[in-house]
């Protein structure tokens, strides 16, 4: 059964910290994986990978993937209060239709 | 602006009552998607439809019914069947089915059933 998992589900920092966020994966032909920010009503997409080991980046938040061990991060640096939110993974199932969310990292950044 | 709207926000009804939730997108996207969101959990599919007049059962689809009559819209109706209707729904929409086209979502709407 194809399968994401997220850790940690729930993080408090304070402002100014730099924050790492994980998601591994299972599932039968990968074939990409997706990163949205939910604040409080529609998720937003931040990035999707494809090729390991190749950095996408915006602004304070890079992302990576490692095929190999079937993960990637989600790193945020000099966090603002405005990054507290709900961050999701997804990644397609294993026929390509539709997509399996993990069940999200909540951030709270405190000022 | 192109995008996906979803009606109304906040919906309240007394339990054994249908009721349905608007989705409209004006992104010409062929692909739509009905989620459901809980507390601590990920989004959950209850329906996607890929073309216009067809539609396909997600991981929960008992309890609610679905329709696909024109490309922009594909309205969610939950049923009295449905035994926990109480959630956050979404709807998303993508130019094309499948791993290359991220989903489009919608800003939800909250159902409260009493």
């Known amino acids: 059964e194809d399968k994401v998992v997220q850790s940690p589900l729930s993080l408090v920092v304070h402002e100014g910290d730099t924050v790492t966020l994980n998601c591994s994966y299972e599932?039968?032909?990968?074939?990409?994986l997706l990163w949205y920010k939910q604040e409080k009503k529609a998720p937003t997409f931040l990035f999707m990978l494809?090729?390991?080991?190749i950095e996408k980046k915006s602004g304070r938040l890079s992302s990576i993937l490692d095929k190999k061990e079937l993960f990637s991060i989600l790193n945020i640096t000099a966090t603002q209060t405005g990054d507290s939110a709900v961050y999701l993974c997804?990644?397609?199932?294993?026929?390509?239709?539709?997509?399996?969310f993990g069940p999200g990292t909540r951030l709270s950044v405190l000022p | 602006d192109g995008g996906i709207t979803q009606s109304p926000k906040y919906l309240f009804r007394k339990e054994g009552q249908n009721v349905t939730l608007s989705c409209e997108q004006n992104?010409?996207?062929?692909?739509m998607y009905w989620y459901r969101q809980d507390p601590g959990q990920g989004l959950r599919l209850i329906y996607y439809?890929?073309?216009?007049?067809?539609?396909q059962k997600g991981d929960i689809a008992e309890g609610y019914s679905v329709s696909r009559e024109k490309k922009e819209s594909f309205p969610l109706t939950v049923t009295s069947a449905q035994k926990n209707p109480t959630a956050f729904y979404l709807c998303a929409s993508s130019n094309r089915q499948g791993a290359n086209s991220p989903l489009h979502f919608g800003n939800g709407t909250r159902l409260t059933v009493t």
């Open positions: 599932v039968t032909n990968f074939r990409s």
């Open positions: 992104l010409n996207h062929d692909a």
């Open positions: 494809t090729s390991s080991g």
């Open positions: 439809s890929q073309i216009v007049n067809d539609f």
């Open positions: 997804a990644v397609p199932d294993n026929y390509g239709q539709n997509f399996v």
